[in-house]
């Protein structure tokens, strides 16, 4: 059992998470395969899990998308090189550059499934922040 806060986590929580963690995944490989708008059913049975699961985690489609993009950033963001501002012009295009394939190798799909209606494009703003 693992321990949040100093307190033990309830099986159930435990689960929960690892349910939402699963219905996440999927809709990422379902994007990264080249669904670039995946239906809640097609997730569900990719997460191996039923349509009302996926709404008892997610209010809607939108909050899903959301979630996932958050998930490919969080991914992203330890594959990144620091810059070191002394180092020689082409050694800090190459980290520059290096950075800058990783972020759109990890998130193009994603960000693409996600801006493909019109509604999720308005939400991207909030993730721009990060």
Known sequence: MEVHRGRPEVPQTVRSRATHERITAALVQLVESGQHQPCAADVAVCARVSLRTIFHHFHDLDQLYSAALAT???????????????????????????????????????????????????????????
């Open 72 to 130: 490919q950033i969080s991914r992203v963001l330890p594959t990144l090189v620091v810059v070191d501002s002394t180092s020689e012009l082409h050694v800090k295009c190459d980290a520059i550059s290096l950075n800058r394939d990783s972020i759109h190798a990890t998130l193009a799909p994603t960000l693409r499934a996600f801006i493909a209606n019109p509604n999720r494009a308005a939400r991207l703003t909030e993730h721009r922040e990060h």
